[in-house]
């Protein structure tokens, strides 16, 4: 059983926004942090941002720290990724992570969505 479902993808074109959702099953994420990744054809798995426990978004993309934002909502148990001006290079897969502790800096997780697929058109 996946602890973590992703939607919101989708086709889209190039200028156009996405909200992604990741909902956390059967487990608590009030104590840790939560991350996205995204994964595209031919590179490897990058990180996108992460919100911690007191709901600070870190970016992982310096380039597109203005475009992209990550939020919280505890008592829903969902995490928000907010895609802005989505380009072609966005397209890809996106993965929501839960993160061992509640730090951003941490970089080992506990457990991964199969994710939700973005494919922008330009």
């Known amino acids: 059983q996946w602890r973590l479902v992703e939607s919101g993808g989708g086709s889209v074109q190039a200028g156009e926004s996405l909200r992604l959702s990741c909902a956390v099953v059967?487990?608590?994420?009030?104590?840790?942090?939560m991350a996205w990744f995204r994964e595209a054809p031919g590179k490897e798995r990058e990180g996108v941002g992460c919100?911690?426990?007191?709901?600070?978004?870190?970016s992982y993309l310096d380039s597109e720290k203005d475009r992209f934002t990550i939020a919280r909502d505890n008592r829903q148990k969902t995490v928000y990724l907010q895609m802005n001006n989505l380009k072609a290079d966005d397209t890809g897969l996106y993965l929501c992570?839960?993160?061992?502790?509640?730090?951003?800096?941490?970089?080992?997780?506990?457990?991964w969505g199969q994710g939700t697929q973005v494919t922008v058109s330009s």
């Open positions: 059967d487990v608590s994420m009030k104590n840790n942090a």
């Open positions: 919100v911690d426990t007191t709901g600070q978004f870190t």
């Open positions: 992570a839960m993160v061992q502790g509640g730090l951003c800096d941490v970089k080992r997780y506990y457990y």
